[in-house]
């Protein structure tokens, strides 16, 4: 579903947020991208949906290069980026409405889904109302809704949990496991080890825009003679 | 270095424009601001400097030769303070820095002082130079001596701060008054519109005057018992002791100039202790309105439309429910009447629009010429001055991932964007023009003509706009209003096409004059190449704008 080939990505000529990477995440699963501040998480996030352009390599999303074919690599994904603090003077509903016509969503299923995920994520009662007045978790809450409203094959989710309260983390991350099931593909950064260590089929660990480790998390914890995730992580990122 | 100074330095980066590191937009930039600075504030300074000189020269023959420069001063303020009552207003209650700086152990003078210094600064640049150019006219006229110089230096920096001190206090003032409403954005649109409200009082104050024809000018400013000169006097005080100071060199003058503007700061900051920090408080915890509708009402509503129709729809609610866009981008399109109907007592005994009406009426070629001229050159300049479009992209700000991650192409994006400033320009002209042709009875077959050249003027600056903004968008800002304030886009943009459309004018004028091509032959050539520019800044728009969209990295 994710093809990362050899890609490169320099800031400025100077900083190198990605350096030659590669990595494939197949359909029905769970990887989660860990690494410190500044390893180049999110700048991989933002080469997967084309928000920014990869120096060199070939990056493909459900089998469209995201370069030679975007418009249908960027219909296959839903995205959650780092900060939910977007188009706050719209009205919840409005914002869902909007991201319903941007991605094409038929009324009947638009209405549907919008019912369901409202339901989940307990934000029924906040969707008349601008997105300025909701909490940093309810920001959240609908851009999660925004971003899964068409039922893309691909999901790339930076830092999801971030704000979100427990009852609607146990919800996103069952959803998550639900859409990994059908088929789907989710991949999501996250800087909480238990997330990863509970809900991951496969873990990617990035330093310094190279990768030090990519593959399950059973393989991991044998090779480092079953240390917890969290020991490993600070031996691998601060070696 | 002080906190004060560290505090105001902090202050002055939220508003400064974005620097560019790739070396053809810095080229580009240079060549921009180049255009600029020689192309229009230099002639504008240089046409205030020759009026001035102009005016002082008579007067001083009257025995009245301060009264130009001091009048002018008093339109600057005016000015300063009609424009700083925005500024104001988002510095000191809407910026987002505030929730930041109140936790923080600073003394209130400190925080007050650097907010206060900060809108100086960056309101009063431009300001600057027509102020030095009036003082070089009257000093140059009135051959004051050398230390004049200094003393009109020191009076450029100074000038206006005692205009933005009484917009701080009327803000205030607003906001002690209105602090029970819980909507920022209300009371934001409400100094919004006060902004447009002192706009047609200054037109109204104008037309009691009476007519303003030189001749009337040179006498009204050269009686002592001016009206106007006197209550201006007393608003401004400052002004006739630093003008004093300028010409006799006095220097009790100077510190009794410096004494108005210290006692004014000493009140401000004063009211500012008293009333700042109470207000600031309930406002920060003031939300937007909250409604409740039931869930079914609300998903019963949502229905599947084109992707370009919806993203429309989100272009206006945005620049309407944004009181700094609404303000700067929709609000501005009503001020032109006003503007019309000031030239229009302006004519005095001269009675040229009257001239004018009637060479149109009997189809004075030369007439109909300036009047499709000027309809065209009042599109460029209403389209580039709402900057609707040479802010679009800018606008977007932090969430302008957004316009890259959904699958939309860049340049559908870009059209929808085009069409927002061709309606609400477009409809505010067609308004105008319609009037205007009604008004001169000039027939449905040029009314169409005019209303279609008016149309390709607007849709050109469009297209254009959004080119200007794309080559370097300003994304980092932390309100709406500093997304527009500081940006050079916008400016580059009004200065490059206004520049475009003058020569167009010219080309059109001179043809007229030295060759023996009739109007109709020059106006059928002056449309075709409007439209020509327009097709060349869509192309701009479908080649470049939407390759730098892509290169954005941010």
Redesign the interface.
């Known amino acids: 579903m994710i093809k990362f080939e050899n890609v490169t990505k320099t800031?400025?000529k100077k900083v190198r947020a990605v350096d030659d990477i590669s990595f494939n995440v197949k359909g029905g699963e769970i990887v989660g991208f860990i690494g410190p501040n500044g390893s180049g998480k999110t700048t991989t996030m933002?080469l997967l949906?084309?928000?920014?352009?990869a120096d060199v390599g070939k990056i493909t999303v459900n089998k469209f290069n995201v370069r030679r074919d975007?418009?249908?690599a960027?219909?296959s994904?839903g995205?959650i980026?780092d900060?939910p603090?977007?188009?706050l003077?719209?009205k919840g509903?409005?914002f869902?409405?909007?991201i319903?016509?941007?991605?094409?969503?038929?009324?009947k299923k638009?209405?549907e889904r919008?019912?369901s995920m409202?339901e989940r994520f307990g934000l029924?009662?906040a969707?008349?109302?601008?997105i300025?007045?909701y909490s940093h978790g309810m920001r959240q809450k609908i851009m999660v809704a925004a971003a899964l409203m068409h039922n893309p094959p691909v999901w790339i989710l930076d830092e999801p949990m971030i704000g979100l309260d427990p009852k609607s983390a146990y919800e996103l991350k069952q959803m998550m496991c639900e859409h990994a099931k059908a088929g789907n593909a989710v991949f999501f950064s996250t800087h909480v080890l238990e997330v990863a260590e509970k809900l991951c089929d496969r873990v990617i660990i990035i330093k310094k825009g190279h990768i030090l480790y990519d593959g399950t998390l059973e393989k991991l914890e044998t090779q480092n003679k079953n240390e917890s995730l969290e020991k490993i992580f600070l031996e691998l990122t601060e070696k | 270095m002080s906190i004060f100074l560290k505090l105001t330095m902090a202050l002055l980066k939220t508003v400064e424009p974005t620097t560019e590191e790739k070396k053809y937009k810095k080229i580009f930039y240079n060549i921009m601001g180049f255009i600029a600075v020689f192309g229009i504030m230099l002639p504008m300074a240089f046409f205030v400097g020759v009026i001035i000189y102009a005016l002082t020269s008579q007067l001083l023959s009257m025995g009245s030769g301060t009264n130009a420069v001091k009048i002018f001063l008093h339109l600057v303020s005016v000015f300063s303070f009609i424009f700083g009552i925005n500024v104001i207003f988002s510095v000191f209650y809407f910026s987002g820095d505030i929730e930041n700086l109140l936790p923080l152990p600073l003394k209130p003078y400190q925080i007050i002082g650097s907010k206060f210094t900060a809108a100086l600064i960056s309101e009063s640049i431009m300001e600057f130079i027509v102020i030095i150019a009036a003082f070089a006219g009257y000093i140059i006229a009135s051959g004051a001596p050398f230390y004049s110089w200094i003393i009109a230096l020191f009076g450029m920096i100074t000038l206006p701060i005692v205009p933005l001190i009484y917009c701080g206090i009327l803000c205030m003032l607003i906001m002690l008054v209105t602090r029970f409403i819980k909507n920022k954005d209300t009371v934001n649109k409400i100094t919004g519109l006060l902004t447009f409200i002192a706009i047609i009082g200054i037109a109204v104050m104008v037309s009691n005057s009476g007519g303003f024809d030189t001749e009337h000018l040179v006498s009204a400013l050269a009686d002592p018992q001016n009206a106007i000169l006197s209550t201006m006097d007393f608003i401004f005080p400052q002004i006739h002791f630093l003008v004093d100071s300028t010409v006799n060199n006095t220097f009790i003058n100077m510190l009794f100039y410096l004494g108005v503007n210290i006692f004014a700061i000493a009140l401000f900051m004063l009211i500012a202790h008293l009333v700042y920090f109470r207000t600031v408080v309930e406002i920060s915890g003031a939300s937007g309105q909250t409604s409740r509708k039931s869930f079914s009402a609300i998903v019963g509503k949502m229905k599947q439309r084109r992707p370009a129709m919806t993203y429309l729809q989100k272009e206006f609610r945005l620049l309407f429910r944004t009181p700094a866009y609404f303000t700067n981008c929709i609000l501005i399109n009503l001020i032109w009447p006003v503007f019309l109907y000031i030239v229009y007592l302006l004519q005095g005994k001269t009675n040229f629009l009257d001239s004018f009406i009637y060479d149109i009426h009997n189809g004075n070629e030369e007439t109909v010429l300036f009047f499709l001229l000027g309809i065209s050159a009042v599109s460029v300049l209403i389209t580039a001055a709402n900057c609707i479009s040479s802010s679009a992209l800018t606008r977007e700000g932090k969430h302008f991932a957004f316009m890259k991650y959904i699958p939309m192409s860049y340049m559908a994006q870009i059209n929808v964007k085009a069409a927002v400033s061709i309606i609400v320009s477009g409809v505010g002209m067609l308004i105008y023009v319609i009037a205007a042709a009604v008004y001169l009875n000039l027939g449905i077959k040029i009314t169409l003509f005019c209303c279609l050249l008016s149309l390709c003027s607007v849709a050109f600056v469009s297209y254009f706009g959004i080119f200007m903004d794309s080559v370097n968008p300003k994304l980092v800002w932390d309100d709406e209003l500093n997304a527009l304030r500081g940006n050079y886009n916008i400016f580059f943009n009004m200065a490059l096409a206004i520049l475009l459309e003058g020569a167009t004018c010219a080309g059109a004028y001179l043809l007229f004059r030295f060759t023996d091509l009739g109007a109709l032959i020059i106006i059928i050539m002056l449309f075709l190449f409007i439209m020509l520019l327009t097709a060349f800044s869509y192309l701009l728009c479908s080649y470049k704008a939407t390759k730098n969209i892509d290169e954005l990295t941010f």
């Open positions: 800031y400025n933002k949906t084309g928000i920014i352009k975007p418009i249908n960027k219909e994904i995205y980026a900060s603090d977007m188009f003077r719209l509903s409005e869902l409405d909007l319903g016509d941007i991605y094409r969503v038929p009324t638009r209405r919008i019912g409202c029924t009662e969707l008349s109302s601008p300025m007045s």
